[in-house]
């Protein structure tokens, strides 16, 4: 089995993402597919799998033989890499059989982590916009003082950005449509929960404090 990564075939499935649990079923990172099925290969994590409402777990040998029964009964429930022998669906979730270690209670402070806070909406105007649109506007201005923090960071559309310019809101008579404030856990993750093909993610990320992005 520890040969199947090196013999899977290039496919965008191999950078699905998958989330890595601990030993004790507490959610620490996301990797790609490909990293996942090397993990599996090394008999160093299982997959765990949402059946009917019930979490099962199956090392990797257990997840190849039953691929053949996924592919009939729910093919489109998975996204599927290929060797030259059989489909194997990509395991949502994977635990670490060895690796009781927990992420730090901590957010990252980054562009992406802000667009996701404030939900790709201008904190001013309050439309969405796409990242291409969107910038970061410092609402104590850098000109003044301001830092680089949760409290202080917001997205800004280029229109409204550029009409605010070097001032405070209040300088520029305009008001933001909600405070800034730091979130608790990672919020592009919570976006991604929201999709049904994360649903299994649900229950190991609700009690969950992220410092690891997206892949």
Not at 67 to 72: N, V
Not at 99 to 117: E, G, M, S
Not at 125 to 137: M, N, P, Q, Y
Request: glycine share 4%; aromatic share 6%; charged share 30%.
């Amino acid at each position: 089995m520890s040969s199947i990564p090196h013999s899977m075939i290039e496919t965008p499935a191999l950078q699905a993402q998958v989330l890595v649990l601990n030993r004790v079923y507490t959610a620490i990172k996301i990797v790609d597919a490909r990293r996942a099925f090397t993990l599996l290969a090394k008999q160093i994590a299982e997959v765990v799998a949402l059946e009917e409402g019930t979490y099962r777990n199956y090392d990797l040998h257990s997840w190849t033989d039953i691929a053949e029964l996924q592919k009939e009964l729910e093919a489109d429930a998975h996204e599927w890499v290929s060797t030259a022998r059989i489909s194997i669906a990509v395991p949502k979730i994977i635990r670490l059989l060895d690796y009781d270690r927990r992420p730090h209670h901590d957010v990252k402070l980054n562009r992406r982590n802000i667009y996701a806070r404030d939900e790709s909406r201008c904190q001013y105007c309050g439309r969405k916009h796409t990242s291409k649109e969107l910038s970061l506007d410092h609402v104590l201005p850098r000109v003044q003082g301001g830092e680089d923090s949760w409290t202080n960071l917001v997205c800004a559309c280029v229109k409204c950005n550029a009409r605010k310019g070097g001032r405070t809101p209040r300088q520029a008579n305009m008001r933001l449509i909600r405070e800034p404030r730091k979130p608790r856990r990672n919020p592009a993750i919570t976006i991604r929960v929201g999709a049904p093909r994360y649903k299994s993610w649900k229950a190991f990320l609700d009690e969950a404090y992220w410092t690891v992005e997206l892949a």
